[in-house]
């Protein structure tokens, strides 16, 4: 079985350790990330950009509205994510507005680029 | 991190909203910070003891404005000061708070509070100073650090500030839609200066003003948090983060000016690059033009060239000729001019730069460009004059130095370097 673990912090907390306690701290989940790839575990992980470089897109009745800033949950849930390739902003919108036609109705997504990948075979 | 740390961090990021509430509780605001300092000292003491609080801010607001009227019922009726325990215990009331705690209130508190450092008696050097000191809380010996200036100078320039802006009044009722704009732009051009004062450093002192570019960057994140559909706030923070990415490849080991073309990208700073990329592409898709945006555009086309010979010239010509049309100076057409070199050549640049020598007579920027333009055009004689008068007008000793290895290129077989002269490195 395949289990997503999200990360949850304080982005401005985050944002405020100093470059010696971010590499610090990177070294010591390198470590966990190595021992699963060892058990053939590992599949990726992501670091991502802090909520202002968010993009919103909410589905509704209407074409599907693009909001600046993360998703604003009111009464949905975390259902699932995606990791996309794209040029700029303009296609990793394009690619939510296909899977918004795709998949039609309530909720939306919260476009956010990628800081950081770990790809699972890059690790041995 | 130690507790005491993830303490005096947590402190910083929730001051601007905790200040900016109790502002506008007390209407004053050395009882505001006063009233901010006391709540701190007894997060120090209850965080350490009971974890931190569900909401930091909501607590700091709480607690800041009991030790407040505390503070004001002590001066009327001499009362002892309640038990420690009691205000501690906040419970349901710090709940009760959080819940009410509505961001469109908040957005103006904070907008208030940096507005309150950038009142237009106050000169840039004040206003940035006060900036660091209120909205950001570093202390009077950092920022006296930071401006190369004694303690008490800067106290006396805090204190200064601070009286005339109690005397100028704040204005606490909740703004129009045009005030907050209007407000906001004048916190933007605020936030930009702090970013400066640390960014245009020499080499002796980046190191103790490279705090200064990382806090006005932090407060761009802020405002953008607030104000999330602005595209000359997402410009603004672009535009910071794309400069500060290259602070480790701007001098070499001796503390020489590197410029852009010459710096070693491994040393730029691949996440901040990320972010402001990320930040322009956000604020182009919004199609209102405006000059942190376009600044930032700049920057990013300068950030995406793997290679100083990959960048697109032509593009940057295309991008300062729309920031002369929003802010015409003669400053920005000589950095159109450097494009223009790259893009269309030498002479095409030299004929757009020299109308503007009456008005840059005192420039060293102006002299350095049009020397390496003359050179660049074979014209020896000229160029050595161009460069002689721009050592003349060298800020630093650095800058001199610089001009000094074009004139001594100059003396030789040759082969010249491209031109360069943007005042941005």
């Not at chain 2, 309640?82 to 957005?107: F, I, K, M, N, Q």
């Not at chain 2, 702090?194 to 405002?223: H, K």
């Not at chain 2, 503007?356 to 014209?379: C, N, T, V």
Request: aromatic share 6%; net charge negative.
């Amino acid at each position: 079985m395949l289990y997503a673990i999200l990360c949850y912090n304080d982005e401005e907390i985050v944002g405020a350790w100093s470059k010696d306690y971010d590499d610090h701290i990177m070294a010591r989940l390198d470590v966990v990330h190595r021992k699963l790839a060892r058990e053939g575990r590992f599949t990726g992980a992501a670091r991502l950009l802090p909520t202002t470089a968010a993009t919103s897109l909410r589905k509704g009745d209407q074409e599907p509205l693009v909001l600046d800033g993360p998703f604003v949950e009111t009464k949905e849930q975390l259902l699932g994510f995606y990791v996309v390739d794209c040029a700029d902003l303009d296609q990793a919108l394009e690619t939510a507005r296909d899977l918004a036609e795709a998949n039609p109705g309530v909720g939306g997504y919260e476009v956010r680029p990628v800081a950081m990948f770990v790809p699972g075979s890059g690790l041995s | 991190m130690t507790d005491l740390a993830w303490i005096d961090t947590a402190l910083t990021s929730a001051r601007p909203q905790a200040l900016g509430a109790l502002l506008r509780y007390f209407r004053d605001l050395d009882a505001a910070e006063e009233a901010f300092q006391n709540a701190c000292l007894r997060a120090l003491k209850s965080w350490r003891q009971n974890g931190p609080p569900r909401d930091p801010t909501a607590w700091l607001i709480l607690v800041g404005r009991n030790a407040g009227l505390d503070h004001v019922r002590r001066q009327a009726k001499q009362e002892p000061l309640p038990d420690e325990a009691e205000v501690s215990d906040l419970g349901d009331a710090e709940d009760a708070l959080a819940d009410r705690l509505d961001g469109a209130h908040y957005r103006d508190d904070i907008l208030r509070l940096l507005f309150t450092c950038c009142h237009p008696d106050l000169p840039a050097t004040q206003q940035i100073a006060l900036a660091l000191r209120i909205v950001s809380g570093l202390s009077v010996k950092q920022i006296a650090r930071a401006f190369v200036v004694g303690e008490a100078a800067m106290e006396q320039r805090i204190t200064r500030a601070k009286a005339r802006i109690a005397k100028a009044g704040v204005a606490f009722e909740t703004p129009g839609a045009v005030e907050r704009s209007e407000r906001l732009g004048a916190v933007a051009a605020m936030i930009y200066l702090v970013f400066n004062e640390g960014y245009s450093a020499g080499p002796g002192e980046a190191e103790a003003r490279a705090p200064l570019c990382d806090e006005a960057i932090r407060l761009g994140r802020l405002l953008l948090r607030l104000f999330q559909a602005e595209p000359e706030i997402m410009g603004l923070t672009a535009l910071m983060l794309l400069q500060h990415a290259r602070a480790a490849a701007r001098f070499d080991a001796e503390g020489q000016v590197i410029l852009m073309d010459e710096q070693d990208r491994a040393l730029w700073n691949p996440s901040m690059i990320a972010e402001g990329l990320a930040l322009i592409d956000k604020a182009m898709r919004h199609r209102q033009v405006g000059p942190y945006q376009v600044q930032a555009a700049i920057a990013a086309l300068h950030a995406r060239a793997a290679t100083p010979q990959d960048v697109d010239w032509p593009q940057i010509d295309l991008l300062y000729a729309s920031l002369e049309r929003l802010q015409p100076s003669p400053v920005i057409t000589l950095n159109r001019a450097v494009a223009v070199s790259k893009s269309r050549g030498p002479e095409v640049a030299l004929a757009m730069i020299e109308p503007l020598e009456p008005r840059l007579s005192g420039y060293f920027h102006f002299f350095g460009l049009k020397g390496a333009l003359l050179r660049d055009l074979d014209r020896l004689a000229e160029a050595r004059e161009a460069f002689t008068r721009a050592i003349a007008l060298a800020n630093t000793a650095a800058e001199a130095a610089h001009i000094r290895m074009h004139l001594d290129h100059l003396g030789g077989d040759g082969a010249n370097p491209p031109g360069q002269a943007a005042p941005r490195h």
